[in-house]
């Protein structure tokens, strides 16, 4: 069982920045690749970032590389997602999740998650 608490959602300006924590909890926390997902008003949920449990393997979706950058401390069994440059497509609920043998883009693929975080990007 891993339980997993995301922070640091809220509203912001475009092109302003926001830093989302997920801290893990549990047994196989820190053996996990965690992924952070997102879920815009009236569409699915979409991938977003993952990284592995080393921290040394990272994907990132095309609409958010170059500006999302995922990471994680394993000391802290928190994953951090830093989301520069934002647009008003950025806005969504924000779930991190975790699975101990997914390295996956796919939400079904992931066993925990979060209750999810709110980021509103808007002017």
């Known amino acids: 069982q891993v339980n997993l608490v995301e922070t640091g959602g809220g509203l912001v300006r475009p092109g302003g920045s926001l830093r989302l924590s997920c801290v893990a909890s549990?047994?196989?926390?820190?053996?996990?690749?965690v992924g952070w997902f997102r879920q815009p008003p009236g569409h699915e949920r979409e991938f977003v970032a993952v990284?592995?449990?080393?921290?040394?393997?990272?994907l990132y979706a095309d609409s958010v590389k170059g500006r999302f950058t995922i990471s994680r401390d394993n000391a802290k069994n928190t994953v951090y997602l830093q989301m520069n440059s934002l647009t008003s497509e950025d806005t969504g609920v924000y779930f991190c999740?975790?699975?101990?043998?997914?390295?996956?883009?796919?939400?079904?693929?992931?066993?925990?998650w979060g209750q999810g975080a709110q980021v509103i990007v808007s002017s």
């Open positions: 549990g047994r196989t926390a820190s053996d996990s690749a």
């Open positions: 999740a975790a699975d101990v043998d997914s390295w996956s883009r796919l939400p079904k693929d992931f066993e925990y």
């Open positions: 990284i592995n449990w080393t921290g040394l393997s990272r």
